[in-house]
């Protein structure tokens, strides 16, 4: 079963660009996940966002969690080309249940 | 040292044979996972080990088994595979079940092709 679902699929823009991906959920969590897929890579975490937090900073990297709209959003900020990659939303569906991912959004971001 | 490691990296078998694939992590983690992504990036749990304990098991066909000898490795057997099995698998381990806040690390992928 699905749980997250990220919001554009795909997403280009010039270097220096800020970029913004949403994620929408459909029940209850203790939290929120973002990770990076770089090309024929395996998943890097990012950033951890509790339900109980609003907003989490990490470098050029803003979360913000909205449970009342069960989404969350993932900004990044002043853009490189390395961060062209594949960005995912994951949580955990219920307990102590694995991670449930999204299907992603693609970043391309043009020097 | 590559925290977690999955081999081979690249499976290219007949439809019908048996293949492994062997993980391992070297980060203390109690919880081990496997997960398929498929052709259009869709990321699925197939299994979760505890403590070498299987605590979720998806829907998967009973062709997939996986193996814990100890926590620090969790291995995927595939039986008699069909094209549909082609895809990546990923190996993934966490201190405790991400459920409790944990975040996951993974390993760089098998990717399978079934002919």
């Known amino acids: 079963s699905q749980q997250g679902e990220e919001d554009p699929q795909a997403l280009s823009i010039q270097e220096g660009e800020n970029a913004t991906m949403n994620c929408s959920y459909k029940t209850s969590i203790n939290n929120l996940q973002w990770y990076r897929q770089n090309s024929g890579r395996g998943l890097v975490h990012l950033i951890l966002?509790?339900?109980?937090?609003r907003e989490k900073h990490s470098g050029r990297l803003r979360v913000t969690l909205d449970t009342s709209k069960k989404s969350s959003s993932l900004l990044i900020t002043a853009s490189r080309a390395a961060d062209t990659a594949s960005y995912f939303c994951?949580?955990?569906?219920?307990?102590?249940?694995?991670?449930?991912f999204g299907k992603g959004t693609r970043l391309s971001v043009i020097a | 040292d590559t925290a977690v490691s999955q081999t081979p990296k690249y499976l290219v078998t007949q439809m019908g044979n048996d293949k492994s694939i062997k993980c391992e992590q070297n980060l203390g983690h109690d919880t081990m996972y496997w997960y398929k992504q498929d052709s259009k990036k869709f990321l699925k749990i197939m299994f979760s080990?505890?403590?070498?304990?299987?605590?979720i098991n998806e829907t998967v066909p009973n062709r997939f088994s996986p193996k814990s000898p100890d926590k620090a490795h969790l291995n995927l057997h595939i039986n008699s595979l069909e094209l549909g099995d082609s895809a990546v698998y990923f190996c993934?381990?966490?201190?405790?079940?991400?459920?409790?806040?944990?975040?996951?690390?993974f390993g760089s992928g098998t990717q399978l092709s079934v002919l």
């Open positions: 080990y505890n403590n070498k304990e299987l605590i």
């Open positions: 993934a381990s966490s201190q405790s079940p991400a459920g409790t806040n944990e975040k996951l690390f």
């Open positions: 966002i509790r339900s109980n937090e």
């Open positions: 994951a949580t955990p569906l219920r307990g102590n249940t694995p991670l449930v």
